[in-house]
């Protein structure tokens, strides 16, 4: 059986693509729109850079495409003038192409003399140490090369963060100046910083024309995880139920699915297992996330190097403790760890920055959950526990694997309006965002669960609630929401007495147009599947599968 190959294995991000595709086509009619690509690290940005290019060969615009993490001007103005170079030569069919950067000019100077004056100019400017006059030349090349081949430049700089470490000044002012007047130049521009990128296409390139669409590139959703490890599993037998468990437990990231999918492959070979069962995985799991030496054990590890650095060490390693307990206030995390809100937030706030956590309303989480579940049972205990039995602190994990195993196939049994308003029970008057909508969810002090009748013969799962600021009416339903569905429990609302002050459609299918075009209207909310799985990362409960 072969192990994932992750090159030749891409997998979703459609829409993305998509967009990313109609950019570069956009630009050959004279519509040019730049874009960010914004995310984690390791969430599939580069990945889905290099298929946009390889999909895209074929179409006559050239890309140039430069890894700008941790390299400095020299490796700048090289790559991008042999990309330029070199790729123009490939489009044109020419034999013998060279990497070299003397014999790329010497075989493109007859069809290319302008460019490849530039790039002479570059090199020698380069040798000087003029390093702020290499830099405005290069950015003036691809307007030159595109009026000297009629070609449109699609110009991608990955980590575009790391342009600040080249000492240049207002390195980002000169850019935005030549991305205004280039109109055959599309800039694509990632980061692995979101924040960080935010504030430089905020208060650095934001421009009059040429502004930049940023994209958000998250984990992947339940069914778009269970799609991926359905993928690379493609031929191993595995259940559904242990399925969903390796979606929600990854937290929907691309890597570690392919990470312990491929441990997955490779422990059914060794024990010559036809179907993954529930001690593979948790083997697996095991293998990658408790072990010093695993992949996964290791990325986390760096990571909290990284930010563990400094006089405040102590307190951050301490902070990302408390808040992977599932202290999620500033008032639980001083209670926790006996320190003033004063010496907390800054720490928070950095963290915040480093995009490790997230602040919804006035919770914080740990975004990565994974990261969170090591740092709760494998670091945290590493640093309390003196482990004077051999292999104990490996049992104890192995034992929490497997009832996490367990305690995620209780809850999915679960119907779904007990896990509602299992929920329900949690709220404690807190606001928070979920798909970019604002709700308030009261503290309730009196949930029933009851049976809503809908037209002749029709229940629909529902639940009362009252709060301080009146009563709740959640109407759940897994199959899509219909028109006619959406008249029935309008009509039951109009009976109630007293009505509800608020009322609730969780639909894990979604509303048809009409019917959450009315809904809206009638000033109902609605919670689909990712709504409501929002709330349960925010209360620290597994997902709702279908």
């Known amino acids: 059986m072969n192990l994932i190959d992750f090159d030749h294995n891409f997998y979703g ?154 000492n240049i000044p207002e390195v980002f002012a000169e850019l935005g100046k030549r991305i205004m007047t280039q109109k055959n130049c599309l800039y694509i521009a990632s980061s692995s910083s979101p924040q960080q990128a935010q504030t430089i296409l905020s208060e650095k390139l934001s421009l009059l024309f040429g502004n930049f669409e940023v994209i958000a590139l998250e984990p992947f959703n339940f069914s778009e995880a269970q799609g991926l490890i359905e993928h690379n599993l493609e031929g191993v037998k595995i259940g559904l139920h242990l399925r969903n468990f390796i979606a929600d437990f990854t937290g929907g990231h691309p890597l570690y699915i392919n990470l312990l999918c491929q441990e997955l492959i490779c422990l059914s070979g060794v024990y010559a297992q036809q179907e993954i069962y529930a001690p593979i995985i948790t083997q697996a799991v095991e293998n990658v996330i408790f072990n010093p030496w ?159 009748r809908i037209g002749a013969g029709n229940y629909f799962d529902a639940i009362s609630a009252q709060g301080q600021e009146g009563g709740w009416l959640v109407v759940l339903k897994k199959d899509p929401v219909h028109d006619g569905d959406l008249n029935g429990i309008l009509e039951e609302i109009k009976k109630l007495d007293p009505r509800p002050a608020r009322s609730v459609i969780v639909s894990l299918s979604g509303l048809d147009e009409n019917a959450k075009l009315r809904a809206l209207q009638e000033k109902l909310w609605i919670w689909d599947e990712d709504q409501l799985n929002c709330l349960m990362h925010l209360f620290d409960e597994p997902i709702i599968v279908r």
């Open 294 to 452: 695993g992949v996964i054990s290791r990325h986390f590890e760096e990571l909290i190097k990284a930010l563990a650095s400094g006089k405040c060490a102590g307190t951050t390693v301490a902070l990302l403790g408390a808040l992977a307990e599932g202290k999620h206030k500033i008032s639980d995390l001083s209670d926790s760890l006996r320190l003033k809100t004063p010496q907390i937030c800054p720490r928070i706030n950095a963290l915040q920055d480093s995009n490790i956590v997230e602040r919804n309303g006035n919770y914080y989480h740990i975004k990565d959950k994974l990261l969170g579940f090591w740092i709760k049972y494998v670091h945290q205990r590493r640093l309390r526990v003196i482990d004077l039995e051999v292999g104990r602190s490996r049992k104890q994990f192995k034992e929490e694997i497997s009832r996490a195993l367990n305690d995620f196939g209780l809850v999915a049994r679960k119907d779904l309006s007990l896990r509602i308003a299992d929920l329900m029970h949690k709220f404690d008057n807190e606001s928070f965002v979920l798909c970019g909508r604002r709700y308030k969810l009261s503290a309730f002090r009196d949930i029933k669960i009851l049976k809503l």
């Open 13 to 166: 991000r459609r829409g993305v693509l998509d967009v990313l595709k109609k950019r570069v086509l956009g630009l050959k009619e004279g519509y040019r729109q730049n874009v960010a690509l914004l995310g984690n690290r390791y969430i599939g940005k580069t990945a889905l850079l290099q298929r946009l290019m390889s999909q895209m060969e074929e179409q006559d615009v050239l890309f140039i495409y430069l890894d700008l993490e941790n390299r400095d001007f020299d490796y700048f103005a090289v790559q991008f003038t042999k990309s330029l170079l070199y790729n123009y030569l490939k489009k044109e069919n020419l034999p013998s192409l060279q990497e070299d950067l003397k014999l790329l000019c010497a075989e493109a100077k007859v069809r290319l003399p302008r460019t490849v004056f530039m790039v002479q100019a570059i090199e020698g400017l380069r040798a000087q140490g003029k390093i702020l006059e290499a830099y405005h030349m290069i950015l003036s090349l691809p307007e030159i090369f595109s009026q000297e081949t009629a070609k449109s430049v699609v110009l991608i700089f990955d980590e575009f963060g790391h342009l600040e470490n080249f």
